[in-house]
């Protein structure tokens, strides 16, 4: 089973929104409900910012935001600021035969 | 507050196994809204779910590594453990344990800080 597909890089500048896109296939999107976002900055442990597709854990800012439309999921991150700057991971739980399976991550670079 | 702690040997060489431990605080490993999970990252590369423990033993593993895989959990302990048999240069990596939510969601919601494990001889 592939990983979904996402962008190598993403940039923006301060104050703009932009959008991660993390396509799939319907194996990896077996459930419409099940994608979550990760925000990982080296050294750290990666940060869960969306789950089933458009939830916030609480604590998350309300600059992320998720959404989902046939096999494309999309993270949007509104307002960006300098502390955006990570990598991104988009997680869809997928077959049976393999739960989870991670997008191929996404840089974003604050201009 | 949760914390997932990982240790284990930061250098192991090829062929021989490669064995994790995560200890779990601020919360039971006994819950029943939780897996627990090993994710892992290669150097530059992207992460990659490894496998995931229930605290009563059921276990779901990634097809590309369950014939050198082993996750066990010790409720007594409170902590999980990963094996990995016949390592080669490619599993090379930061490993993570992280808590598997399949209560409310589906996502890991807590996340260890990650260990460097290097195999070379």
């Known amino acids: 089973q592939s990983a979904p597909t996402q962008p190598a890089s993403v940039s923006g500048s301060p104050g703009q929104s932009i959008t991660i896109s993390c396509i799939g296939t319907s194996s990896d999107f077996r459930s419409n409900d099940f994608v979550s976002w990760y925000q990982h900055h080296p050294g750290k442990a990666p940060k869960v910012l969306i789950y089933d597709v458009n939830k916030r854990p609480a604590g998350v800012s309300n600059r992320f935001s998720g959404s989902k439309s046939g096999h494309t999921a999309s993270l949007t991150i509104s307002g960006l600021q300098a502390e955006d700057e990570a990598d991104y991971y988009c997680c869809s739980f997928g077959s049976s035969r393999t739960p989870y399976v991670f997008g191929s991550g996404t840089k974003v670079t604050v201009l | 507050q949760l914390q997932l702690q990982e240790s284990g040997p930061g250098l192991v060489k090829p062929s021989e196994t490669l064995s994790l431990t995560c200890s779990v605080s601020?919360?039971?490993?006994?819950?029943?809204?939780?897996?627990w999970a090993w994710i892992r990252q290669p150097p530059g590369k992207g992460l990659e779910w490894i496998g995931s423990?229930?605290?009563?033993?059921?276990?779901s593993y990634n097809p590309s590594l369950e014939s050198q895989l082993t996750i066990s959990v010790d409720t007594s302990m409170n902590q999980f453990s990963l094996r990995l048999n016949s390592v080669t240069a490619a599993d090379t990596a930061m490993y993570y344990c992280?808590?598997?939510?399949?209560?409310?969601?589906?996502?890991?919601?807590?996340w260890g800080q990650g260990t460097l494990v290097t195999v070379s001889s």
């Open positions: 992280a808590r598997d939510v399949v209560g409310e969601g589906v996502y890991f919601d807590s």
């Open positions: 601020g919360g039971s490993i006994s819950s029943s809204y939780y897996y």
């Open positions: 423990i229930f605290h009563s033993g059921s276990f």
